[in-house]
């Protein structure tokens, strides 16, 4: 069974950053990209960043270009999100996705409040 299970989000100020962490399960996650999307409150999801398999970050929102960072640790199935200089407008559920065979796979997803 594919498992996504996100974690590293909470309540940070404005500037400050977090790491999230998306730990995959029940497939061989090394073969596959993964994307980190986040749904804010009232508005549509967005997908973030996309890391494919061979570690290829080319993809990144514009509004986050230059403060976030995707990577990946093949070996413990993982997946991160790193967030630096965070806006109020960061504030969103995070979570990451991935299609395997056909089948889109996401996460329960972990919050992140961006507020002083």
């Known amino acids: 069974e594919v498992q996504l299970v996100e974690s590293g989000g909470g309540l940070v100020q404005p500037g400050g950053s977090l790491r999230l962490a998306c730990a995959a399960s029940?497939?061989?996650?090394?073969?596959?990209?993964f994307n980190w999307v986040r749904q804010g409150p009232g508005k549509l999801p967005e997908r973030v960043a996309t890391?494919?398999?061979?570690?290829?970050?080319?993809y990144f929102a514009d509004s986050v270009k230059g403060r976030f960072t995707i990577s990946r640790d093949n070996t413990k199935n993982t997946v991160y999100l790193q967030m630096n200089s965070l806006k109020s407008e960061d504030t969103a559920l995070y979570y990451c996705?991935?299609?395997?065979?056909?089948?889109?796979?996401r996460g329960q997803g972990t919050q992140v409040t961006v507020s002083s």
């Open positions: 996705e991935t299609t395997v065979n056909g089948v889109t796979h």
């Open positions: 029940g497939f061989t996650c090394s073969i596959y990209f």
């Open positions: 890391i494919d398999r061979t570690g290829w970050t080319g």
